[in-house]
């Protein structure tokens, strides 16, 4: 990164290379240099200070219709992004201004503001915006209020809970009146959970996820908040109640199959018990994401919620490395990659 | 069956002797001569005519929890049914009325009332009321409106089309506006679909249905309507529309399975697509069959709906072969068999 204040200077950006097949690796991408112009008419230049690892940036990647297009070879990675306005000719934005937006996994970006909102640093940290305030909150609050139709009583269930989507998704679930079970791996990250409020945490890795359900949630789960798929979608499937809505955000353990993954076995389980799958997109919900802040922000406040990020410095060029990480399971919280040295708005993870 | 017009007399019925792995055989069934004896308080006895086969039926022959209790190993196998009141001693029915009811694969039943209606054989004959105007057709309507939400103008489509449920789901989408596309086994059963109304017919034993629903839907499913599972299922997924609603109502291809099936494999389709799949039991909109009924009676008088029945002879002795024949594919149209010599109130099929 330059210690230029204003361009034109450079800025260091990571483009796709080519498509991977299965995990992506050193071959997917190239770092390259390239020039910041001074902002033209509209437009406003960002200096980065975190970048959002998502799974869901896994399936950009692949060349399919899908809710997004995916990411053109020789572009920019996509990516969300915190920052700080460093030149502006747009009204709206000034110099300084701390801002969110689809910057990309780059040290400065150019936009002409289309997606880009204003942070309050007052209310959170950086990560924070792009954790609980950002795309995984609103992903969490959405899936479980309109899609999870989510009703005090209810007995929840989450999975990939520790992560950046599950862990709000529980905590926002247990705000509203429910019982919490969540399902993630290892000791550590159950032990996290239950201590921020989780009624129970299920390790997929040493138990039998179907059987704990059952023991756990003996009456049956009402919404089942699906981040993983696989067999643990499938255990879920098989521990509905009548009624249950199963909302399906994600299915991490097979993002990187090179085939189509096997679909939930037990599907029929809808029938048995009259319940309902459905599949949502958070961008969908672009239009009420001040509500979803205005409320995460004061569970945030009262404790309701602990927002945490797993931060990895590195600059850019750990992006890759980082977004591996990911897909291994190596963070708890929201997964951000540090751009700048002093740590300006970093919560440690 | 005897002669006899009023009990005591003797009755043949089909009971279950044995679970059955994979397809039922004669090791499944024992036929065994009972003792019809006189009703007594509360009671009626009914002369069976005509026995509904229903693809459920292979469900309820396992011992698993589900929408409703097994059949238990001795017991007569569970059935709807219509006949004739031949003797009485509740309020409600008396001798030569025509009823429908659950009961059983025998020649006689006797009866407490409970789940027995009076059928208008001015409407339809028999074997209809056990098809277009009875389950069958409460499945595909309350299916189709309830559960699918279907709209004017959406695209339908319906597997397992020129069956029991799917001709009516067909049938009664298009009576309600929509453009109507079935899946189904064969060119004759293609042709008919056509022949009756729907806008296209795939035949998923000659053509490829992933590529064929994208030739004949392009603009997408809004409602699929699926009694198959397995691969059709995933053609359907593949091929959604933004918002489209998956019923799930049978996964016939798999009822045999030993082992669970795979699950559908592009269910992620749910959120590309915004997507809900939802299960259904007809039984709990017992409450709503007379709307259905009167609906459907109306389409039948104005020639919207065909009522096809297949109607197999033969009389208790032909269950178990009949019901392999519906796992088959033999029947086109509702399958009924008939116990009766005289074929009264039966439709050719």
């Known amino acids: 990164m330059t210690d230029a204040a204003t361009p034109p200077f450079t800025t260091r950006q990571v483009r796709l290379r080519e498509r991977p097949v299965g995990y992506p690796d050193d071959s997917t991408w190239e770092t390259v240099t390239e020039q910041v112009p001074a902002p033209g008419p509209g437009e406003l230049v960002v200096r980065v200070s975190h970048i959002s690892l998502d799974p869901a940036m896994r399936g950009w990647l692949n060349d399919v219709r899908s809710y997004l297009p995916p990411v053109g070879i020789g572009e920019v990675m996509r990516a969300g992004a915190t920052g700080t306005v460093v030149a502006s000719e747009h009204p709206a934005y000034a110099v300084g201004d701390a801002v969110m937006g689809s910057f990309g996994v780059t040290e400065y970006a150019v936009s002409d503001g289309s997606g880009v909102t204003k942070m309050d640093l007052d209310v959170a940290a950086a990560p924070t915006w792009l954790g609980a305030l950002g795309m995984p909150g609103m992903t969490a609050y959405f899936g479980l209020t309109d899609v999870g139709r989510v009703q005090p009583g209810d007995t929840v269930v989450v999975s990939g809970a520790a992560g950046a989507v599950g862990s709000v998704v529980g905590q926002v679930a247990k705000a509203m009146g429910c019982t919490v ?27 039998n996820v179907l059987k704990r359900l059952r023991e756990v949630a003996p009456k049956g789960i009402d919404v089942f908040f699906d981040n993983v798929g696989g067999d643990i979608l499938d255990a879920g499937l098989a521990n509905l109640r009548r009624g249950a809505r199963v909302v399906i955000c994600g299915a991490i353990a097979s993002y990187n199959e090179t085939s189509l993954p096997d679909g939930p076995r037990r ?54 490395s980082t977004l591996l990480g990911l897909f291994e399971g190596t963070n708890t919280g929201k997964l951000v990659l540090a751009l700048e040295e002093d740590g300006r708005g970093v919560t440690a993870g």
Do not use: H, N, Q
């Open 181 to 207: 079970v969540g399902i993630a791996g290892g000791p550590e990250k159950c032990a996290w959970l239950t201590s921020i409020g989780f009624d129970a945490a299920i390790d997929y890795k040493a138990e």
């Open 267 to 320: 599907y029929m389980s809808l029938l048995v018990f009259r319940a309902t799958m459905t599949g949502f997109v958070v961008f969908d919900y672009e239009d009420r994401y001040p509500e979803a802040v205005e409320k995460i922000a004061g569970w945030i406040a009262d404790g309701s919620v602990v927002a945490r990020e797993t931060v990895v410095t590195g600059g850019v060029d750990a992006f890759g």
